[in-house]
């Protein structure tokens, strides 16, 4: 199994930045693919970010050009900075891994609310 903790959730105004940090423990060996989830009230969890162990990345078209994953494999963790953050990136941010045999877990989720 795999445990993940995230932090740098918050409150920005329009047009600021976070970093949220994702840090994985257990059997990390098995990790392929870390990324980022969001969910907003009365939305589907949607795809924000994603990189292989590698550091191929792909990202959700709304956060393109504004949003950077990144990964250190020595950390186990994975980070997203989130620059010109709009209203409509308040969310519920998760942490995801996805192992070599398709095996996904989560994190507990970290809030993000873009307000002025």
């Known amino acids: 199994q795999v445990q993940l903790v995230e932090s740098g959730g918050g409150l920005v105004q329009p047009g600021g930045s976070l970093r949220l940090s994702c840090t994985a423990s257990?059997?990390?060996?098995?990790?392929?693919?870390m990324g980022w989830y969001r969910q907003a009230p009365g939305k589907e969890r949607e795809l924000v970010a994603r990189?292989?162990?590698?550091?191929?990345?792909n990202y959700a078209d709304s956060v393109k050009g504004r949003f950077t994953i990144s990964r250190d494999n020595a950390k186990n963790t994975v980070y997203l900075q989130m620059n010109s953050l709009k209203p409509e990136d308040t969310a519920v941010y998760y942490c995801?891994?996805?192992?070599?045999?398709?095996?996904?877990?989560w994190g507990q989720g970290t809030q993000v609310t873009v307000s002025s």
């Open positions: 990189i292989t162990s590698g550091g191929s990345g």
């Open positions: 995801n891994t996805v192992d070599a045999g398709g095996r996904g877990s």
């Open positions: 257990g059997s990390i060996f098995r990790i392929v693919t």
